[in-house]
């Protein structure tokens, strides 16, 4: 079973940058589609970011182009966020794909953590 764990949050002013990390927990070797995703208080899990297992086809949500990059390196997915706005606030997760190609549902990903919060004051 895939198991993610979720590290680099933190609070920071509007405007600045954190850098978000994904690693596999355990023995568990990510071999599939990797995504981040986040969710604000009485909203959904929404999709952010994604990246396949050669970082040959990333995707971003319209909300973060520009802003954000993905990345990967052996075992471990990156989230660069610069230019953070108030409205970024929210818990991030990643999570692994069930299939080869990067999909943008939820309920297409496993191994989820237990996240890590991201506050960006005004």
């Known amino acids: 079973q895939v198991q993610l764990v979720e590290l680099g949050g933190g609070l920071v002013q509007a405007g600045g940058s954190l850098r978000l990390s994904c690693a596999a927990s355990?023995?568990?070797?990510?071999?599939?589609?990797i995504s981040w995703f986040r969710q604000a208080p009485g909203k959904e899990r929404e999709f952010v970011a994604g990246?396949?297992?050669?970082?040959?086809n990333i995707v971003y949500a319209d909300s973060v182009k520009g802003r954000f990059t993905i990345s990967r390196a052996k075992g471990t997915v990156y989230l660069q966020m610069n230019s953070l706005k108030p409205e970024d606030t929210a818990v991030y997760y990643c999570?692994?794909?069930?299939?080869?190609?990067?999909?943008?549902?939820?309920?297409?990903?496993?191994?989820w953590g237990q996240g890590t919060q991201v506050t960006v004051s005004s």
């Open positions: 355990g023995r568990t070797i990510i071999a599939s589609p």
């Open positions: 999570g692994a794909a069930r299939v080869s190609t990067i999909a943008t549902m939820s309920t297409e990903y496993s191994g």
């Open positions: 990246v396949n297992w050669s970082s040959s």
